[in-house]
């Protein structure tokens, strides 16, 4: 349950899931501006291991921060998210010893208030999402990688219906939702 960035050993973490069984790791990536060269070799190696990446995600940004309202604030987001979506697109493509099909997600807040997550309506903050999902789905059809979000559990696309609906009308076979009954 400790990040990668604890880990002192890339090979021992790797050996560790090996051994535990795991069908597949989690990487929550923080820093992917500052620190692509330290992801891309550590990720190559867990590869190079044997070690199915399913996901790669980030609690850095979350489906609330593609609701800002300020537009140069929401490009980082986006851009972020776009490095992660590249960073998923080569361990699918990675000469492995297993295949990998890893899947960006973005993650949701728990039980925070709406207003302190964005400023802004109700119609605007979906709008921004709308917009950046979109973006983004276009990104994920190019690196061939599924991007899925989480159901947010603040009061923002307040119902699965409401959820599916965002979904669908971005329309890409690339875009989908990662439920998360918890929220």
């Known amino acids: 349950s400790r990040s990668l960035g604890e880990w002192e050993d890339v090979d021992d973490l790797s050996r560790l899931a090996l051994e535990s069984g ?37 609690s850095r940004h979350d489906i609330f921060d593609l609701a800002r309202t300020n537009p140069v604030a929401r490009e980082q987001v986006i851009e972020h998210f776009s490095q992660l979506l590249k960073m998923a697109g080569r361990i ?37 999402i709308f917009h950046s999902l ?9 690196e061939s990688v599924m991007l899925a979000f989480e159901n947010p559990g603040s009061g ?10 965002l979904v669908d009308q971005i329309n890409s076979p690339w875009l989908g939702i990662c439920y998360n009954p918890f929220y």
């Open 92 to 128: 699918n493509r990675s000469e492995s010893p297993v295949r990998n099909s890893a899947v960006m997600t973005i993650c949701s807040h728990i039980n925070t208030p709406l207003d302190s997550l964005f400023s802004g309506s109700y119609e605007v903050g979906f709008n921004f």
């Open 22 to 58: 795991f069908c597949g790791l989690e990487i929550n990536v923080q820093t992917v501006e500052k620190d692509i060269e330290y992801w891309e070799t550590h990720l190559n190696r867990i590869i190079d291991s044997g070690v199915v990446i399913r996901v790669i995600t980030s």
């Open 156 to 165: 923002l696309l307040l119902s699965p219906m409401e959820v599916r609906e």
């Open 134 to 142: 979109e973006k983004l789905a276009l990104l994920a059809e190019q």
